[in-house]
């Protein structure tokens, strides 16, 4: 208890406490420029952070990390671009709600969920960092196989309609990650003798590609289609008002609490990332909805504008960025690959994340987790400035000048993820495959998905297999991996549910006004 | 008449060569490191750099990061760079093996070695409620079964340490192979297998926080922090060194005076008290190895792999 004090008064130092602020005001802004994200901020930000003290360096990182998360929702919901890949399921309801002339409204719920789902993480990160940490070591090669299958399986959840289309995509996403360097064989694949891919296809490059630029084609497509048809130009949605009625708070705080204990869950366990977590609480969320509000009167459509389609994700989303950091401060493992640059820059100032970071400079790790604690607190007020000065300043200009603004970002921010010109093709080709598929109907999520756990499904699958001595039954051996065994049956649930479902949908009598539940988004 | 003009060209040509050299530096120097920011090659780096920063008058030592494609992209821009000492690698060993494994466009003697910084001698990790207790143990038992061992890749050079130790004592294991020491770590003091290899500089901070232990360590010296820890060679299994290194690098036909130039200054690096701590402090040991040391430690190191990758087809 002495030592989470210490920790706030470390944080509290006003030195300190401006940096923190200063890092979420400008992990807000990056969040919300589409084509950079808080992996190019890091990377620029780490070789200045050497001139920084420690806990000043730690504490802008920290609000970095936290505000970018919540900022990617601003362009996902006005312009339909997310500003981060954590963002990326925000587009949906939230542009959608966003284009009804609620834009208030949406940014209201996103930024209110983010400050819930980081407020409710951190505070389980203050609590029960060391019990959770353990939950992290229960995680071998089988229970990480199992848990990348889950994730996987969460794309039913994604499938609009067309289950062929989301299997292509997922397929597409898997396929692209085989590319590289393998891990399980030690050999290149797939690399046509390019030097390029031998560790796969770049990520951060790809993802600025498949989101960014796709972005710029189809604000494009629309100009066109404007000019064509001769049609003002739509403007970017008026913002109005952004106070969230009490009767809607009451409706989302047990999706927020549900994807808040996601996002936990999923942030406690190294290399499970962002991107799971928002697609499975978008999963449980948009199953509870139709349960509940589905056909109702005055209720949009799942997918067309719901106020639990933007909470779900964003509570997500913050969740992870608190609770990623408790298997790095606890064991040294990193959660992901922004949360592994932490430990870049806590080793520039002679910190090493692990047991003895508690012991040795237990002031530092407890004003880590503080912060983000803090810094939560500190987004709420400053979202809604930034919202405000944002949209007023970048939104407000012509569409067809944005289309050069953002093109010109998402190839800034992928040439600045390692200086090397490949990767603007990259970004260039990721967004032309984006598009094409839009312009297919195949949904983007499932290849994300797949692209994120492919190269770890593999491993963990092999590595598993390895350790059995090629038994599959490896996985759902309920005595010796319990966890694993219990994820492949959640996993089996959800492809079976729509299904089972469905065929109860059919005997019920037409004309009740229940459409089927697999149609969405 | 003609021999003495030529003799007189050579001489002036070398002269100048020198009278540049003298110069040197008159700009900023690149150091470019293959990687991302943050890493351990990164974060070594930049503490060089601001030391080193100390020193020189009138031009800085900036560090530029060229990531991709497992070093190779950063790698071969020095490689292919002038050879004029403006333009230094942050050298590691996966230079020597990249040729043979990923198909990189360099070879070894495209590099000239400046200095060493830090050697990382492979460790023999097993998770702290293990029941092995020595190196011994573990290799009876290795020989009787094949054990789970932890990597951090295939043909990575822990597991041709691993490959290596296999031929040395006849032990078998079954490699598991990682994305990232996240992984390795989380595995390992997990229990979710029966050892490793690691590096020194990754291993020892979990050591002392009591969460794994190290059986071995293969160099010809024992730890400062750790002296407890047997050689590989004391606890009998049969290979004197296996370390990665760190270190300096610059294009093959770098003028020599830039070369002793920048060995000097890394030497002068070494010889600082706050470097010497930090380097502690961020789990490297700080080493200084001078060009002729360095070429050695590299010479050694392919003679070890090169073997290995031939005999077991690796990159193939």
């Given at each position: 208890?002495?030592?989470?004090?210490?920790?706030?008064?470390?944080?509290?130092?006003?030195?300190?406490?401006?940096?923190?602020t200063?890092?979420?005001?400008?992990?807000?802004?990056?969040?919300?420029?589409?084509?950079?994200?808080?992996?190019?901020?890091?990377?620029?930000?780490?070789?200045?952070?050497?001139?920084?003290?420690?806990?000043?360096?730690?504490a802008?990182?920290?609000?970095?990390?936290?505000?970018?998360?919540?900022?990617?929702?601003?362009?996902?919901?006005?312009?339909k671009?997310?500003?981060t890949?954590?963002?990326?399921i925000?587009?949906?309801?939230?542009?959608?709600?966003?284009?009804?002339?609620?834009?208030?409204?949406?940014?209201?719920?996103?930024?209110?969920?983010?400050?819930?789902?980081?407020?409710?993480?951190?505070?389980?990160?203050?609590?029960?960092?060391?019990?959770?940490?353990?939950?992290?070591?229960?995680f071998?090669?089988?229970?990480?196989?199992?848990?990348?299958?889950?994730?996987?399986?969460?794309?039913?959840?994604?499938?609009?309609?067309n289950?062929?289309k989301?299997?292509?995509?997922?397929?597409?996403?898997?396929?692209?990650?085989?590319i590289?360097?393998?891990?399980?064989?030690?050999?290149?694949?797939?690399?046509?003798?390019?030097?390029?891919?031998?560790?796969?296809?770049?990520?951060?490059?790809?993802?600025?590609?498949?989101?960014?630029?796709?972005?710029?084609f189809?604000l494009?497509?629309?100009i066109?289609?404007?000019?064509?048809?001769?049609?003002?130009?739509?403007?970017?949605?008026?913002?109005?008002?952004?106070?969230?009625?009490?009767?809607?708070?009451?409706r989302?705080?047990?999706?927020?609490?549900?994807?808040?204990?996601?996002?936990?869950?999923?942030g406690v366990?190294?290399?499970?990332?962002?991107?799971?977590?928002?697609?499975?609480?978008?999963d449980?969320?948009?199953?509870?909805?139709?349960?509940?509000?589905?056909?109702?009167?005055?209720?949009?459509?799942?997918?067309?504008?719901?106020?639990?389609?933007?909470?779900?994700?964003?509570?997500?989303?913050?969740?992870v960025?608190?609770?990623?950091?408790?298997?790095?401060?606890?064991?040294?493992?990193?959660?992901?690959?922004?949360?592994?640059?932490?430990?870049?820059?806590?080793?520039?100032?002679?910190?090493?994340?692990?047991?003895?970071l508690?012991?040795?400079h237990?002031?530092?790790?407890?004003?880590?987790?503080?912060?983000?604690?803090?810094?939560?607190?500190?987004?709420?007020?400053?979202?809604?400035?930034?919202?405000?000065?944002?949209s007023?300043?970048?939104?407000?200009?012509?569409?067809?000048?944005?289309?050069?603004?953002?093109?010109?970002?998402?190839?800034l921010?992928?040439?600045?993820?390692?200086?090397?010109?490949?990767?603007?093709?990259?970004?260039?080709g990721?967004?032309?495959?984006?598009?094409?598929?839009?312009?297919?109907?195949?949904?983007?999520?499932?290849?994300?998905?797949?692209?994120?756990?492919?190269?770890?499904?593999?491993?963990?699958?092999?590595?598993?297999?390895?350790?059995?001595?090629?038994?599959?039954?490896?996985?759902?051996?309920?005595?010796?991996?319990?966890?694993?065994?219990?994820?492949?049956?959640?996993s089996?649930?959800?492809?079976?549910?729509?299904?089972?479902?469905?065929?109860?949908?059919?005997?019920?009598?037409?004309?009740?006004?229940?459409?089927?539940?697999?149609?969405?988004? | 008449?003609?021999?003495?003009?030529i003799?007189?060209?050579?001489?002036?040509?070398?002269?100048?060569?020198?009278?540049?050299?003298?110069?040197?530096?008159?700009?900023?120097?690149?150091?470019?490191?293959?990687f991302?920011?943050?890493?351990?090659?990164?974060?070594?780096s930049r503490?060089?750099?601001?030391?080193?920063?100390?020193?020189?008058?009138?031009?800085?030592?900036?560090?530029?990061?060229?990531?991709?494609?497992?070093?190779?992209?950063g790698?071969?821009?020095?490689?292919?760079?002038?050879?004029?000492?403006?333009?230094?690698?942050?050298m590691?060993?996966?230079?020597?093996?990249?040729?043979?494994?990923?198909?990189?466009?360099?070879?070894?003697?495209?590099?000239?070695?400046?200095a060493?910084?830090?050697?990382?001698?492979?460790?023999?990790?097993?998770?702290?409620?293990?029941?092995?207790k020595?190196?011994?143990?573990?290799?009876?038992?290795?020989?009787q079964?094949?054990?789970?061992m932890?990597?951090?890749?295939?043909?990575?050079s822990?597991?041709?340490?691993?490959?290596?130790?296999s031929?040395?004592?006849?032990?078998?294991?079954?490699?598991?192979?990682?994305?990232?020491?996240?992984?390795?770590?989380?595995?390992m003091?997990?229990?979710?297998?029966?050892c490793?290899?690691?590096?020194?500089?990754?291993a020892?901070?979990?050591?002392?926080?009591g969460?794994?232990?190290?059986?071995?360590?293969?160099?010809?010296?024992?730890?400062?922090?750790?002296?407890?820890?047997?050689?590989?060679?004391?606890?009998?299994?049969?290979?004197?060194?296996?370390?990665t290194?760190r270190?300096?690098?610059?294009?093959?036909?770098?003028?020599?005076?830039?070369?002793t130039?920048?060995?000097d200054?890394?030497k002068?690096?070494?010889?600082?008290?706050?470097?010497?701590?930090k380097?502690?402090?961020?789990?490297?040991?700080?080493?200084?190895?001078?060009?002729?040391?360095?070429?050695?430690?590299?010479?050694?190191?392919?003679?070890?792999?090169?073997?290995?990758i031939?005999?077991?087809?690796?990159?193939?």
């Amino acid at each position: 208890m002495d030592q989470i004090f210490l920790g706030f008064a470390q944080l509290l130092q006003p030195s300190v406490l401006l940096l923190l602020t200063l890092g979420v005001l400008a992990g807000l802004v990056v969040g919300s420029i589409p084509g950079i994200n808080d992996n190019i901020a890091f990377a620029v930000f780490i070789p200045f952070s050497f001139g920084l003290p420690a806990d000043q360096a730690l504490a802008l990182m920290v609000g970095v990390y936290c505000a970018a998360a919540a900022g990617g929702a601003i362009p996902a919901i006005m312009i339909k671009v997310p500003g981060t890949a954590s963002a990326l399921i925000t587009t949906i309801d939230g542009n959608a709600m966003a284009r009804t002339g609620q834009a208030g409204r949406a940014l209201s719920i996103a930024m209110t969920s983010s400050v819930v789902g980081g407020l409710i993480s951190s505070l389980v990160l203050l609590v029960c960092a060391p019990a959770l940490a353990n939950i992290a070591l229960r995680f071998g090669y089988v229970e990480n196989a199992a848990l990348t299958i889950l994730g996987l399986s969460s794309v039913v959840g994604l499938l609009s309609g067309n289950v062929l289309k989301g299997m292509i995509s997922a397929a597409l996403g898997l396929l692209v990650a085989t590319i590289g360097y393998s891990q399980v064989t030690g050999l290149p694949r797939y690399t046509f003798g390019s030097v390029n891919l031998i560790e796969g296809v770049p990520f951060v490059p790809m993802l600025v590609g498949l989101f960014g630029v796709a972005a710029v084609f189809e604000l494009l497509r629309d100009i066109f289609k404007e000019r064509r048809e001769s049609q003002p130009y739509t403007s970017i949605p008026v913002i109005g008002s952004m106070k969230l009625e009490s009767g809607l708070v009451r409706r989302l705080l047990p999706v927020w609490g549900t994807s808040s204990a996601i996002g936990n869950f999923i942030g406690v366990l190294p290399g499970a990332g962002m991107l799971m977590a928002i697609y499975l609480a978008y999963d449980q969320a948009a199953r509870r909805y139709r349960r509940r509000f589905a056909g109702k009167e005055g209720e949009a459509e799942w997918g067309k504008g719901t106020p639990e389609g933007i909470a779900a994700p964003e509570a997500a989303n913050n969740a992870v960025t608190a609770s990623s950091m408790v298997p790095l401060l606890s064991l040294g493992i990193p959660g992901n690959s922004t949360s592994a640059l932490f430990i870049g820059a806590m080793a520039l100032h002679g910190l090493v994340p692990g047991p003895l970071l508690f012991a040795q400079h237990g002031e530092i790790a407890w004003m880590v987790i503080v912060a983000f604690l803090v810094a939560n607190i500190v987004m709420w007020p400053l979202a809604f400035v930034v919202i405000r000065v944002v949209s007023r300043t970048i939104f407000s200009i012509p569409k067809s000048v944005m289309v050069g603004i953002i093109l010109l970002l998402c190839i800034l921010g992928a040439y600045s993820d390692g200086n090397n010109l490949f990767n603007v093709w990259v970004a260039l080709g990721a967004g032309v495959v984006a598009f094409a598929m839009n312009l297919a109907g195949i949904p983007l999520g499932p290849a994300i998905l797949g692209l994120v756990l492919g190269a770890q499904m593999e491993a963990s699958i092999s590595n598993s297999l390895n350790i059995s001595q090629g038994s599959w039954l490896i996985f759902i051996d309920p005595v010796n991996h319990p966890i694993a065994a219990a994820m492949i049956a959640f996993s089996a649930l959800m492809w079976v549910a729509p299904l089972i479902s469905g065929l109860r949908g059919r005997k019920e009598p037409a004309g009740t006004g229940q459409s089927t539940p697999v149609s969405e988004s | 008449m003609m021999k003495s003009l030529i003799l007189g060209l050579v001489l002036t040509g070398a002269l100048s060569n020198v009278a540049l050299a003298e110069d040197y530096p008159t700009r900023d120097i690149d150091l470019v490191v293959p990687f991302a920011p943050g890493g351990a090659v990164d974060v070594t780096s930049r503490l060089i750099a601001a030391t080193a920063n100390t020193f020189l008058q009138g031009a800085e030592i900036v560090v530029s990061n060229r990531a991709g494609g497992g070093g190779v992209i950063g790698q071969s821009f020095v490689a292919g760079a002038d050879p004029d000492g403006y333009t230094v690698l942050a050298m590691t060993s996966s230079v020597v093996t990249n040729p043979q494994l990923k198909g990189a466009p360099y070879k070894v003697s495209d590099y000239t070695p400046v200095a060493a910084y830090n050697l990382d001698p492979e460790v023999l990790v097993v998770p702290a409620n293990s029941p092995f207790k020595t190196a011994q143990d573990l290799i009876a038992a290795a020989r009787q079964a094949p054990l789970n061992m932890d990597v951090a890749g295939i043909a990575t050079s822990h597991h041709m340490a691993g490959i290596a130790l296999s031929n040395a004592t006849g032990a078998k294991f079954s490699y598991l192979p990682a994305k990232g020491f996240g992984e390795q770590l989380q595995a390992m003091v997990g229990g979710h297998v029966d050892c490793g290899l690691w590096a020194m500089g990754e291993a020892l901070s979990h050591a002392k926080s009591g969460s794994i232990r190290i059986l071995a360590v293969a160099s010809d010296v024992h730890d400062e922090s750790m002296p407890e820890i047997p050689t590989f060679e004391e606890a009998g299994l049969g290979i004197p060194i296996w370390a990665t290194f760190r270190g300096w690098a610059v294009p093959a036909d770098t003028p020599e005076p830039v070369v002793t130039f920048l060995s000097d200054l890394m030497k002068k690096v070494f010889e600082d008290a706050t470097y010497q701590q930090k380097m502690k402090e961020g789990g490297y040991e700080p080493t200084y190895r001078g060009a002729a040391d360095f070429q050695k430690i590299i010479t050694s190191y392919a003679e070890q792999t090169s073997t290995i990758i031939e005999e077991n087809k690796m990159g193939k």
